[in-house]
């Protein structure tokens, strides 16, 4: 079984502040782990994806995580946030050996960003 | 543009009418998927199709049925709508490549469900 959890489901950070949204998996075999993110009325965008290769992986819109096997944890990272970085943003984590290949969602981080 | 479009974009439905959401896709993708959103859990995983001719069950597939009669069509069924399902339904798919798979979703607009 596999499971994602986001640690705070609303952050708030001033234009140009760091943005950090939590993000620890469980599961029993070596994950794939994916950010995705959602705009207002639309449907998910994929962020970054790790899938073994680098364990720091860099993404769209100046997002990168880092994927610590340690800590269980894929942690998404922004070095100075914009205004149009607001949206809710979605971890997830994928069964390499199940057949559906299934994502299973974290509840969301719902992330501000205050001018 | 190439894509996933969902029909209809929202719907209030009455309690015990029969329901079919539209989902097609014009990548080639082999797998398609279709997810529950509801405030607070993220997306739940309803029901799944490897390929065309296949389905699975999700999560949370109690009252609804799928069907996946070629690669492009994915459509979800409400038998008898009851208010629960009232929420927002996305459908995705994904290539699904075999050896080096991408895994990598891709999602549709949504569409916006009210159960009365």
């Known amino acids: 079984a596999q499971s994602v959890t986001q640690l705070g489901s609303h952050v708030s950070v001033s234009e140009g502040a760091l943005v950090l949204l939590r993000c620890n998996y469980s599961?029993?075999?070596?994950?794939?782990l994916f950010w995705y993110v959602q705009y207002p009325n639309q449907g998910l965008q994929l962020l970054l994806k790790y899938t073994s290769a680098a364990t720091l992986v860099k993404g769209i819109n100046g997002f990168e995580a880092e994927f610590k096997k340690s800590e269980t944890s894929f942690h998404l990272t922004k070095p100075s946030a914009h205004m149009s970085d607001a949206a809710e943003y979605f971890c997830a984590v994928s069964d390499r050996t199940g057949s559906a290949r299934q994502l299973t969602f974290g509840s969301g981080t719902q992330l501000t960003v205050l001018p | 543009i190439a894509g996933i479009t969902q029909a209809p974009t929202s719907q209030i439905l009455a309690a015990g009418r029969r329901m079919t959401l539209r989902c097609t896709q014009d990548m080639r993708h082999n797998a398609m998927y279709w997810y529950r959103q509801d405030l607070g859990l993220g997306l739940r995983l309803i029901h799944y199709s490897n390929t065309a001719g296949t389905t699975g069950k999700g999560e949370v597939p109690d009252g609804y049925s799928v069907s996946r009669a070629n690669t492009d069509d994915f459509p979800l069924t409400l038998a008898s709508a009851v208010p629960s399902q009232t929420s927002v339904y996305f459908c995705?798919?994904?290539?699904?490549?075999?050896?080096?798979?991408?895994?990598?979703?891709?999602f549709g607009p949504g569409t916006r469900l009210t159960v009365l």
């Open positions: 599961s029993s075999v070596p994950p794939y």
């Open positions: 995705a798919s994904s290539p699904r490549t075999s050896g080096g798979v991408t895994d990598t979703q891709y």
